[in-house]
């Protein structure tokens, strides 16, 4: 069983910054993808970013540019800085660990960490 813990999230004016992490622990498989899904009011939940164990990253077109995914191996942790933040970018952020970028029944999920950018 894996868990993962958000944090993070909070209130930001358009154009702030804002940086989520999530720390897996228990059985974590390896090699696996991290990433971030975010999920607004009324919508379907979509894909954000992710990286590979060995580093690679992928982009939703929405936030290249702005969004830079991370992790930190030794410590289980995967990051997203968000710059530039827009109105549209308001969501619930989950954290992702599971064997693929796109959802599959083997992935395991976080919580949720609610973004609001908002004047």
């Known amino acids: 069983q894996v868990q993962l813990a958000e944090s993070g999230g909070g209130l930001v004016q358009p154009g702030g910054s804002l940086r989520l992490s999530c720390v897996a622990s228990?059985?974590?498989?390896?090699?696996?993808?991290m990433g971030w899904y975010r999920q607004a009011p009324g919508k379907e939940r979509e894909f954000v970013a992710a990286?590979?164990?060995?580093?690679?990253?992928n982009y939703a077109d929405s936030v290249k540019g702005r969004f830079t995914i991370s992790r930190d191996n030794a410590k289980n942790t995967v990051f997203l800085q968000m710059s530039s933040l827009k109105p549209e970018d308001t969501a619930v952020y989950y954290c992702?660990?599971?064997?693929?970028?796109?959802?599959?029944?083997?992935?395991?999920w976080g919580q949720g960490t609610q973004v609001t950018v908002s004047s």
């Open positions: 992702k660990v599971g064997p693929a970028i796109l959802m599959t029944t083997a992935d395991y």
């Open positions: 228990g059985s974590i498989f390896s090699p696996n993808v």
């Open positions: 990286i590979r164990s060995g580093g690679t990253t």
